[in-house]
């Protein structure tokens, strides 16, 4: 336990000193790590509810757009705001999201599987469907003018500190629990493990750390619509769990981050000039590069990239 | 009254066209278990099918729209999609049989995302106009109707409720009639034991694909027939919608995805028609997350004990 | 620097690609290539291009060529202000041209804008896009003068009782019915009923069936061609017999490939005629049809004009310096284009007359012309 404190000082101060050296960092590249930051936070929480409790939410850019919007709601009503604004904001709109979280959660209690992914994917169209016609959050037009808070300190900041609490939370004895849920519910609940308590937990900080990273996407792009929370940004985090190897923490971050500058190295291939031309053709349709990266992945290492070597028992044959 | 029962038909001709699709959800996961991601993809390669056997058949038949033409062209796309959808299982799913299924749902959203995109790069983004294979027209209705001759029924709603039925129908028979529905049953009830009574599951598997990406393929057809105006991502919506609908009616439950397509389809139209359009996916999923959570396995879907 | 660092920024210089050259001119160019919003993105896309090729083939501006550097932002939130941020640190360009859809245009107007580069959107009609600030223009109309075009056009008509049918997905869809709508009522008419849609539907049999209802005169219909061909066909199929009208954004390739007839003794205002005699007009279209085999949208048209519009201000500027090039920009003044003659406002909105096309026997006719 003390390790992983001294751990977490550790990569708090490399943090500070990173972002401080890469403040002249060209503004592109800068843009990208700050998308790696986001993602990392995005993939590692929701990790605790898909890889560690064994459940299946595909709503994940529901809770990030209620972190988005509640702070950008808030640093907007500041007048701007100072940096503690932001990170009072930034905390509203993580707990904001806590409490979306727990709302889906409680019902999802009764559902498993595949039917838990479609509530939690109707969860995400419902928030999207309450903002899209609230007024004062901008409706479908979306809202912009936030100030430029966001930058790699706190960035990178909320994805260590994500990673902190959900190794810790899962590594502590009391943390087991999230494991026996996924490895097998009846089992867990016959030796007196609250389930329902953990899965909801699950489900609480997942949501709470998604609604942080929805303030910092907000805080940084300036500018955000219901379009950019839809099914599609759900799936992207969900593909990032389960090719980083449902579970594993550094897989995940690891698939995260190769996800996240994947498609802009394939930019970059598309434009190099000594390509042959049908090639770069190839390239500049990135969408289906990686929807064949994505299935020739998963038939070749189905584990995920970095995933435990067996498949969970239970599985079906 | 009168708009009340328009937007009932209005709301039953769309909701065939989810039933059909969602038909072949359920019996996917009936047989393996698992949400075939792709499947709102190979409706749209339905359509396409058709934008491109319609002209070759169109001419065999006579030049104008006709039954018989209309006829080729659905059962041309059919096939194509059937194909399709085998080659899909064999090619992407059939590697992983024994793999968790998040496996094989990831494998399904990278096939969907490929279609989408592959279709993007192939038939162009812009929507496509899709030839009259059948005069889409308002029937006339008699005037002893009374009030009720004044509501618009269109030969594509009729043309798209009928053929649900008549494909509903043959597919109960083939489920409940043929060597080929017993296995399917034995496969969905245990794949294990069916395998040792001689069912050769992989057959089994392929057909079930192919027959659900066909009623797909056909749900592509009908709807175009309604609408002439198809592109790359119309199965992006459909597709979810479907699947609402089967999980609705209870994954698995054939009956149930037929009910469950028919719902959402009434259901978003009266939102439509007397609410508002902006409500109807956050309503549509509402109605959905209530009726899970006061029956969790779908309205007609079988409770499954699971055992330890 | 720590070796950290150093090492990371030793990588991404390698990433790097080669040196500006500096017989060229680098206009950036951001635009939905593939994904939802695609068939905007591609035609503004052929607009811009056809443009850049033409200018290059009369000899490039100032003594070079321009070189069009596109980025496709997938149709994508979040990807345009990573694309704009590429464009300006790391191919140096000089200016941007995009995009279409004013929630993507709303990402990359703060970057152009903090880093002093010239932006201009073809098509984004939201007011707050250039509101950004004095680097952000615009060539397309804004939503109250088509609004209150057609407002005008059916009052004139005779038509008093009038339903609306607006896009919820597109801002350009609600302002123009938020401006015609008022145009209405202050011209004495009467709105009977609203109904609204999303982008990407296909059955709008329910909206059509609530709006037949109330037995409108005319119904306003201000979206994109894709779903205005459903909405007409389904509307005849339904015994709707009123004329539909609407904006520019009816302009496109497939609007009466799928109405077919449904739209006839329909009317819409637009950017430009076919029948119009101009230079500019006759040969945009001659070339457009010769590159492409297709007839140009107006988002083609406005795509073009955006990059001749850059191309011309570049001329008088004299310079690629950002500020000389935004103040040419900014004193832009009968700019003869595509979409009619285009006055840069002191808000960098674009002013310039609007046509109303009818449409009837397989193809669009003059009207009549409007001035702002």
């Not at chain 2, 059962?75 to 590697?95: F, K, N, S």
């Not at chain 3, 539907?201 to 037949?212: A, E, W």
Request: glycine share 12%; charged share 15%.
């Amino acid at each position: 336990m003390r390790d992983r404190r001294l751990l977490l000082l550790a990569a708090l101060v490399a943090c500070g000193v990173g972002a401080h050296f890469a403040a002249g960092l060209n503004p592109y590249y800068y843009d990208v790590l700050v998308g790696v930051g986001i993602n990392l936070i995005l993939a590692a929480s929701l990790n605790l509810v898909n890889g560690h409790t064994g459940q299946f939410s595909l709503g994940h850019a529901g809770f990030m757009a209620v972190g988005a919007y509640a702070s950008a709601w808030l640093t907007l009503r500041a007048g701007g705001g100072s940096t503690l604004v932001f990170v009072l904001a930034l905390l509203a709109g993580g707990a904001a999201a806590g409490l979306a979280g727990l709302a889906v959660g409680l019902p999802s209690l009764r559902l498993r599987g595949d039917y838990l992914a479609i509530v939690t994917l109707g969860f995400n169209e419902i928030i999207r469907g309450v903002i899209g016609n609230c007024e004062a959050l901008g409706a479908q037009r979306g809202l912009g003018g936030m100030l430029r808070h966001t930058d790699l300190f706190w960035t990178f900041t909320g994805a260590i500190l994500t990673v902190y609490v959900v190794t810790s939370l899962v590594g502590s004895t009391y943390g087991r629990g999230f494991l026996a849920v996924r490895d097998d519910e009846i089992a867990a609940e016959a030796v007196g493990i609250g389930t329902t308590k953990y899965k909801v937990l699950a489900f609480v900080v997942a949501a709470f750390f998604a609604g942080i990273a929805g303030g910092l996407y907000a805080h940084f792009k300036q500018y955000i619509n219901p379009e950019g929370f839809n099914f599609f940004r759900s799936m992207d985090i969900v593909v990032m769990v389960i090719l980083g190897g449902m579970g594993s923490t550094a897989g995940v971050c690891v698939a995260a981050a190769l996800l996240t500058v994947l498609p802009e190295g394939l930019r970059w291939v598309s434009h190099l000039a000594s390509l042959p031309a049908w090639l770069q053709h190839v390239a500049e349709n990135r969408m289906i590069l990686y929807s064949l990266l994505l299935i020739v992945l998963m038939l070749t290492r189905p584990q995920g990239l970095f995933g435990p070597r067996t498949a969970r028992a239970h599985d079906r044959p | 009254m009168i708009e009340f029962l328009q937007q009932l038909i209005n709301g039953l001709g769309q909701g065939s066209i989810y039933a059909l699709i969602a038909l072949g959800y359920t019996m996917v996961y009936g047989v393996l278990r698992f949400i075939n991601f792709a499947h709102g993809d190979v409706y749209m390669l339905g359509a396409f099918a058709g934008l491109y056997v319609a002209p070759w058949t169109l001419r065999l038949f006579g030049g104008g729209p006709s039954f018989a033409g209309a006829a080729a062209v659905l059962l041309l796309a059919m096939a194509v999609c059937a194909a399709a959808g085998v080659a899909i299982e064999w090619l992407c799913y059939r590697p992983l049989r024994h793999r968790p299924r998040l496996n094989v749902l990831i494998t399904a959203i990278g096939v969907s995302l490929f279609l989408e995109n592959a279709g993007q790069s192939v038939f162009g983004a812009d929507p496509k106009s899709f030839p009259e294979i059948i005069a889409d027209r308002a029937l006339d209705l008699p005037a002893s109707w009374g009030p009720f001759a004044m509501l618009t029924i269109t030969v594509g709603q009729l043309l798209v409720v009928g053929v649900t039925l008549v494909l509903l129908v043959g597919l109960r028979h083939v489920v409940r009639r043929t060597r080929l529905g017993l296995a399917m049953r034995a496969l969905a009830f245990n794949p294990g034991a069916a395998s040792l009574m001689g069912v050769n599951n992989g057959v089994v598997i392929a057909f079930t694909f192919g027959l659900g990406s066909a009623l797909a393929g056909a749900a592509g057809i009908l709807t175009s027939i309604q609408q002439s105006s198809i592109d790359p991502l119309m199965g992006v919506n459909a597709g979810l919608k479907a699947f609402v609908a089967a999980v609705l009616g209870g994954i698995g439950s054939l009956p149930g995805a037929a009910l469950g397509g028919v719902l959402i389809g009434l259901l978003e139209a009266l939102v439509v028609g007397y609410i508002s359009p902006t409500y109807r996916d956050p309503i549509v999923f509402a109605v959905l997350i209530v009726i899970l959570l006061v029956k969790p396995t779908g309205l007609l879907g079988g409770t499954e004990r699971e055992k330890v | 620097m720590p070796p950290l660092p150093r090492l990371l920024a030793a990588a991404l210089l390698l990433a790097a690609p080669a040196a500006p050259a500096q017989d060229t001119i680098k206009v950036g160019e951001f635009a939905a290539l593939t994904g939802g919003i695609a068939s905007f993105g591609q035609s503004s896309h052929k607009g811009t291009l056809l443009a850049i090729d033409e200018l290059n083939a009369a000899g490039g501006v100032l003594g070079k060529k321009l070189a069009l550097l596109t980025e496709d932002d997938q149709s994508l939130a979040g990807q345009p202000a990573t694309i704009v941020r590429k464009l300006i640190s790391q191919d140096h360009v000089v200016a941007i041209l995009g995009e279409v859809a004013s929630s993507k245009s709303l990402e990359a107007a703060p970057i152009c804008q903090e880093n002093h580069i010239p932006m201009i959107s073809p098509a984004s009609t939201n007011p707050k896009v250039t509101e950004t600030g004095d680097y952000i223009f615009r060539v397309c109309f804004i939503d109250p003068f088509q609004g209150t075009v057609m407002a005008k056009f059916a009052a004139s008509r005779g038509w008093k009782k009038v339903a609306v049918l607006t896009d919820v997905k597109q801002d350009y869809s609600m302002g123009l019915a938020q401006f015609f709508k008022a145009g209405v009522v202050q011209g004495g008419g009467e709105i009977v009923k609203e109904q609204s849609y999303s982008s990407g539907d296909k059955d709008f049999k329910p909206q059509l069936t609530s709006l037949k209802a109330a037995q409108p005169e005319a119904i306003f219909v201000p979206g994109y061609y894709a779903e205005v061909a459903l909405i007409a066909k389904q509307a005849r199929l339904l015994g709707i017999k009123a004329p539909l009208l609407g904006g520019d954004g009816w302009m496109g390739d497939s609007l009466l490939k799928v109405a077919g007839t449904a739209l006839d003794g329909c009317y819409f205002s637009c950017h430009f005629s076919a029948d119009d005699k101009a230079p500019a007009v006759q040969g945009f279209l001659a070339s457009y049809r010769a590159k492409y085999g297709a007839e140009p949208d107006d988002m083609a048209a406005l795509g073009y004009d955006s990059a001749m519009i850059l191309a011309a201000a570049i001329k008088r500027a004299g310079t690629t310096d950002s500020a000389a090039l935004r103040d040419a920009l900014a004193a832009t003044k009968d700019h003869p284009g595509v979409t009619g003659r285009i006055t840069l406002d002191d808000k960098r909105n674009a002013t310039k007359p609007a046509v109303i096309l009818g449409v009837g026997q397989g193809g669009f006719h003059f009207v009549e012309s409007v001035a702002p």
